[in-house]
């Protein structure tokens, strides 16, 4: 395989309104090769593609493409050079067809001439076939998971056979078996000769997949385009926050056998399809429920709130049977918290001030007579949360959207801690967050639970969960399959859930 | 909702304080109350020398009276603006307490007291419905109050007749034409009371921040323990209760209780209604308010119409401008609120 170089930017620089967001970044990409840009949030990766594929304009620096010196004045033209992107966002028209989406930048050839939706969807049925998608392309995008949303958005990028694709962490959201299927894609389209840059905040599947890699660290290089080869997973750490990953290591925690449980579902069925739900989280106790995007985990805890009704079963409380009907009820009645996975739709009211989203759950207790309540009341009660976080904020006055994504995800735990809850249910706490503060809540969530705190932990990233779960609860199809204790060991638990899993599938 | 900036704090340096003096400064001058403030003062050096008299006491007397009617109804708008709904109904609910309270007086004889307290009651309730309908079916209050202003005045033309109710007690227009000082009327102090009550509510209260939290990102409120529906319908009753208000202050200063009093279906109110919160910085998708930006629009609003009426120009003319500025001024947000984001400082 020749590799030669396909697409090379030296010295970018890009500032924004108070950040110098890239300071010098260089990267070369070469075909027949997959090419991972790693780096923790804020530390540029999202800005320099948004520079390649023309979104951005660098202040300084330069784009070559194949040997040619390029200056793309919109996301139309790279497209036009032939350089692709998935972007991390849905760029999908939801009641248009996967036929239309895909071919979306195409569809226009001339004013009134009608769109030949034949071979419109003929084209677009061989992109999926590509993908191992098994779909319809006249589907409109909004009847599809968000799953297969992504891989529409990877077909389309493929559609415009691109030289250059850039892929915007594309496994956010997808199945382990949909992950495989797209890489052993991806590798075919290197093999074929294409140059392919690779965004993932997932260390294991960039090794798996990539042969060279570029690290960014607060804007500049911390390693430029070398191979992947002799790098392990510490040394890529070591790169991307400048020393050694603290150990953090999973350590037994023994929770008296005695102890009653804070909250057990008995029996529980709810109106969105759980049938059957028995758990119990003790006082001081993690425990982890695992199952792949859809098992119905979210579900489960928006139930326990209120959202939707229980159809059968009860919900006990420290023993008492309890009825939530609302978050609200949840929160002030029973103590229980939610920190939820969709930090920008649910957890955060973006255009508020920090002091403003980390007190939402504080003034109605801290409320005197007729609702009075004053900044400073709620400054002196959240203040010592966002300092044991660490947040990082020019002040409390800041507005939330302009925090970075760890921030941000600090301060919907930091809310909940306010508020002094004895259960916490927790959704996804690292997704999108760097490996710093992923740390750091996880030291956070043993440290609560270690002060008694009984922990529903939800989440999808296996390591994660059998970091911290004393017992690992799976969940399939709205259904619980098993339960695992936790001895720590990666290899031994991931099997032990895998085929909880797939004993479901198979039965 | 603005909240101080905080000292420098701890030596862990968590909370980093940089003094951006400079930047404050320029934050003030760049805020809506300060250019409403300039434009206040510049229209009315203008009108003092185009015109004759803008500064009499006379003009000075009725101006101040048909703000304080102008302010309340742009509070009343507001107060709904900023869960990202509104209430097209301001003027029906207005009208149709206005009718209630003198009937409530003519007809049925109460006392006056109790007659204008069980009219912001009414006008509570119809905010109540407005409110429990959107909520209940998921509508846009744009389409609920759509329809209930239709409902509200066709109900109210048919009980009334649509006749008016004129013998008042005295008190009524006595409270009009009340001159405090000589030039100010005490209409505008009843607008500052309803102006210092939702400051105090908003600013020093759980449920004026949980209304500002529900506005801003109705799902993340509830997710955080907020009874998101039950916050809104607050909302549309304060709305009705203020619309109530207004409307009871144009029956002070008209002496009468008038079904046409806020033209046909109340539409008259609903361009001063919107101009008074967006000339003040409310933003129209809910999350934020400015009461005091709202006073000031209302009264720059007012302070036009009448120096435009002194120049003799034409009550068509007049609606033609209002509209503009309307443009105008969220266009001008929207150009403030850019250049604000540039520079990291909204």
């Known amino acids: 395989m020749a590799s030669e170089i396909a697409f090379q930017a030296t010295g970018i620089e890009k500032s924004f309104p108070g950040v110098k967001a890239l300071k010098g970044v260089s990267l070369t990409l070469k075909t027949h090769s997959i090419h991972a840009l790693l780096g923790e949030n804020g530390a540029g990766k999202s800005t320099l593609i948004k520079i390649i594929t023309g979104v951005h304009h660098p202040d300084a620096g330069r784009l070559i493409l194949e040997g040619q010196e390029v200056h793309f004045a919109s996301p139309r033209e790279a497209i036009a050079h032939r350089v692709g992107v998935v972007h991390q966002e849905r760029n999908l028209i939801p009641r248009f067809s996967v036929a239309e989406n895909i071919h979306l930048e195409q569809l226009g050839a001339s004013l009134l001439k009608p769109v030949d939706y034949a071979n419109l969807n003929k084209q677009a049925a061989r992109w999926l076939e590509a993908l191992g998608l098994d779909i319809d392309p006249r589907t409109p995008v909004s009847r599809l998971s968000v799953a297969k949303m992504q891989l529409v958005e990877i077909a389309k990028a493929l559609s415009l056979r691109s030289r250059v694709l850039l892929l915007d962490e594309p496994t956010a959201s997808l199945t382990p078996s949909e992950t495989d299927l797209l890489f052993s894609f991806l590798r075919k389209l290197r093999d074929s000769g294409a140059s392919l840059l690779f965004v993932s905040h997932k260390l294991e599947e ?130 229980v918290g939610y920190v939820s996975e969709d930090r920008k739709g649910e957890g955060l009211v973006l255009m508020h001030s920090v002091l403003g989203n980390a007190g939402i759950t504080v003034w109605r207790p801290l409320s005197a007579l007729l609702g009075f309540l004053t900044d400073r009341l709620v400054r002196h009660k959240v203040t010592p949360y966002i300092e044991k976080l660490e947040v990082k904020t020019p002040s409390l006055a800041q507005t939330v959207a302009n925090l970075s994504g760890g921030n941000q995800q600090k301060i919907s735990v930091a809310k909940w801690l306010a508020a002094g809850v004895k259960i916490l249910l927790v959704d996804e706490p690292s997704v999108g967050i760097d490996i710093k503060t992923k740390a750091y809540l996880h030291d956070l969530l043993r440290e609560l639970a270690d002060n008694g705190t009984a922990i529903l932990l939800i989440t999808s990233d296996m390591p994660e969960m059998i970091l911290l779960a004393d017992r690992i609860l799976v969940m399939n199809d709205y259904r619980l399959q098993g339960q695992l204790i936790n001895d720590g060991s990666y290899a031994g638990m991931s099997e032990g859930i895998m085929n909880l899993i797939h004993r479901s599938e198979a039965a | 909702m603005s909240y101080p900036d905080l000292p420098a704090k701890g030596p862990s340096g968590d909370i980093v304080g940089k003094p951006r003096r400079n930047t404050a400064a320029t934050r003030f001058y760049l805020t809506n109350e300060f250019g409403l403030i300039a434009l206040i003062v510049l229209f009315a050096l203008a009108f003092q020398f185009a015109t004759d008299g803008f500064f ?128 100010f009327s005490p209409l ?31 799902e993340a409120a509830e997710m955080s323990g907020i009874n998101v529906g039950r916050i809104f319908i607050y909302c549309h009753m304060l709305s009705g209760a203020l619309a109530a208000c207004a409307a009871l202050m144009l029956v002070a200063r008209n002496g009468a209780a008038i079904p046409s009093m806020a033209g046909q279906l109340g539409q008259d109110w609903l361009l001063i209604a919107f101009l008074g919160p967006v000339l003040g910085g409310t933003l129209l998708t809910g999350g934020k308010a400015s009461v005091l930006g709202t006073c000031l629009g209302a009264f720059l609003v007012t302070m036009l119409t009448s120096g435009l009426l002194l120049l003799q120009l034409g009550d068509f003319w007049i609606q033609s401008f209002l509209g503009l500025l309307l443009l105008a001024a969220v266009l001008m947000d929207k150009t403030r609120r850019t250049f604000l984001a540039r520079r990291n400082m909204a």
């Open chain 2, 188 to 218: 505008l102090l009843v607008s500052l009371m309803a102006a210092l009550f939702l400051g105090y509510l908003y600013n020093l209260t759980a449920v004026g921040r949980e209304m500002l939290a529900a506005g801003a990102k109705p």
């Open chain 2, 56 to 183: 009499s006491p006379f003009n000075l007397f009725s101006l101040g009276r048909i703000a304080a009617v102008n302010i309340m109804i742009g509070l009343a708008m507001m107060v709904v603006v900023i869960t990202g709904g509104l209430n097209l109904a301001v003027g029906a609910i207005g009208v149709c307490a206005a009718m209630t309270c003198g009937y409530l007086i003519e007809v049925v004889g109460l006392p006056w007291p109790i007659a204008i307290l069980s009219a912001v009651a009414l006008g509570a309730m119809l905010g109540f419905i407005n409110g429990w309908t959107s909520v209940r079916t998921g509508l846009h209050s744009f389409i609920i109050t759509l329809a209930t202003m239709s409902i509200f005045f066709g109900v109210m033309i048919f009980l009334t007749r649509a006749e008016s109710y004129r013998a008042l007690p005295p008190v009524f227009a006595a409270f009009g034409r009340m001159k405090l000082l000589g030039i």
């Open chain 1, 206 to 335: 960039a090794q798996e997949l990539c042969d060279s890699v570029t690290v960014l660290r607060d804007g500049s290089n911390a390693c430029e385009s070398r191979p992947m080869e002799g790098l392990g997973r510490q040394d890529i750490v070591r790169l991307m926050i400048g020393r050694a990953e603290g150990d953090g290591g999973w350590r037994k925690r023994d929770t008296p056998p005695g102890v009653p449980p804070a909250i057990e579902l008995k029996n529980v069925e709810t109106s969105l399809g759980h049938a059957n739900v028995n758990l119990h989280v003790r006082k001081g106790e993690i425990v982890g429920l695992y199952g792949l995007v859809g098992a119905g985990r979210t579900e489960l805890a928006k139930c326990i709130l209120g959202q939707f009704p229980l159809t059968a079963g009860t919900v006990e409380i420290d023993g008492k049977p309890a009825k939530i009907r609302s978050v609200g009820e949840a929160l002030h009645i029973h103590r």
